[in-house]
């Protein structure tokens, strides 16, 4: 077994071993000290994440059952995590649930906003010191006397958790995770799959039991992807591709927006990035499969969902489309994959559907962005060498709508 710093998580296999090596000798030289041990400690964090979530389970239901209408929100990353879970939430509570960025509720609240009433508003943030998420809480609570919010946030310090913490304002709920979720790199790995757990437990609020077991199965899927598939996931990540296009469809459609923005913040954008759903890749992206494009699929464990994803997967093979296919999913026949092409299958994933799903696959398009990063030439902690990006949005002038 080898272990890095507090993370107590068993990693075996020689890929693993090797970056560890690297990372206890000299990782802050190397620039991968926080982003390698954040992407693998996400199982053991999600365990306690989700014991955490269970405990609340009773409190989130009695939210969902005074409320008409879900709405998940959060900037860039944190915008995914509510595409990731808003499908199962709807299904599981039959209320609207939907994933609306922040950002653009600050410009357009009245528009984008579902107008039943009353409303709750889950806003998700790593650091909580993003302006346009404290702003549009703000402005809800000054505005909107029949929405109630639930934070959840990774830092325990952030302006959200510190300005709306317990006691502060009836109306908005503060939960906070551990703070190793908090992550210091500049892209979220540990924080986004978090993140996504947490407010997963909404769909499971009247089964909690149900929502941990398939938390443990995803903890086990988690470790198989970190301890067997890092050389495989490498080896990829290192062929000569400019761009790189995810398909996914429902919750897995957060899965490849999120994974496509780790490739691209990663690379400090010298890999162009693209998301689309499957059926929408027909409707004109299908002309960038070149040779130059990596294209990375998130496949549905439900068979009608699959069998829609098969015929898409095999019209590339027929018109002898382009580059390398990385699947992540059961089931994918073989005749459908060329030579070079990668089938991600840890054991367990048939298990989860595919709000659980959505979250292990997030993992897949982590590694391939750090890979990708070191064979750029680039620090994984910080890539981002021109300046354009930041781990915390700075401060902007916030306008009276």
Request: glycine share 10%; aromatic share 6%.
């Amino acid at each position: 077994m080898v272990s890095s710093g507090n993370d107590s998580t068993g990693v075996t296999s020689a890929a693993s071993k090797r970056l560890f090596d690297v990372l206890a000798h000299d990782a802050r030289r190397e620039g991968w000290q926080h982003t390698l041990t954040e992407i693998f400690q996400q199982p053991e964090l999600w365990r306690q994440t989700a014991e955490l979530s269970a405990s609340a389970a009773g409190r989130r239901l009695e939210q969902i059952r005074r409320n008409e209408c879900i709405v998940l929100t959060g900037s860039g990353s944190s915008h995914y995590v509510g595409e990731c879970i808003a499908p199962a939430i709807q299904r599981a509570t039959g209320k609207p649930a939907l994933a609306v960025g922040s950002g653009e509720l600050v410009l357009a609240r009245r528009d984008l906003l579902p107008p039943q009433r009353p409303l709750m508003l889950v806003s998700f943030a790593r650091s909580g010191n993003s302006p346009e998420s404290s702003a549009l809480i703000s402005s809800c609570l000054e505005q909107e006397p029949s929405v109630e919010h639930l934070a959840v946030t990774c830092n325990p310090s952030g302006k959200m958790a510190r300005r709306w913490g317990p006691g502060n304002e009836q109306r908005v709920t503060v939960e906070v995770l551990d703070p190793r979720t908090c992550d210091k790199s500049l892209v979220m790995t540990s924080s986004f799959t978090n993140l996504a757990l947490a407010g997963l437990v909404l769909g499971y609020a009247e089964s909690p039991t149900t929502y941990l077991r398939h938390a443990e199965t995803l903890v086990g899927v988690g470790l198989d992807l970190i301890e067997g598939w890092l050389e495989r996931l490498e080896s990829i990540a290192r062929q000569p591709f400019l761009r790189m296009i995810a398909l996914g469809s429902g919750g897995q459609f957060g899965t490849a927006r999120e994974s496509a923005l780790k490739m691209l913040e990663m690379t400090d954008g010298r890999v162009a990035t693209q998301a689309e759903s499957w059926l929408g890749f027909r409707h004109g992206p299908m002309c960038a499969f070149r040779e130059d494009c990596l294209l990375l699929l998130f496949f549905s464990g439900e068979r009608a969902k699959r069998a829609y994803q098969l015929d898409v997967l095999r019209e590339i093979r027929d018109k002898g489309l382009g580059g390398t296919v990385v699947t992540v999913g059961r089931e994918v026949p073989r005749d459908l994959l060329a030579r070079g092409d990668l089938l991600v299958d840890p054991t367990g994933l048939a298990e989860l559907p595919d709000e659980w799903a959505a979250i292990a696959g997030t993992v897949v398009g982590q590694l391939l962005g750090f890979f990708r990063c070191l064979e750029e030439g680039l620090q994984p902690d910080q890539p981002a060498g021109s300046g354009a990006i930041s781990r915390v949005v700075p401060e902007f002038p916030l306008y009276q709508a």
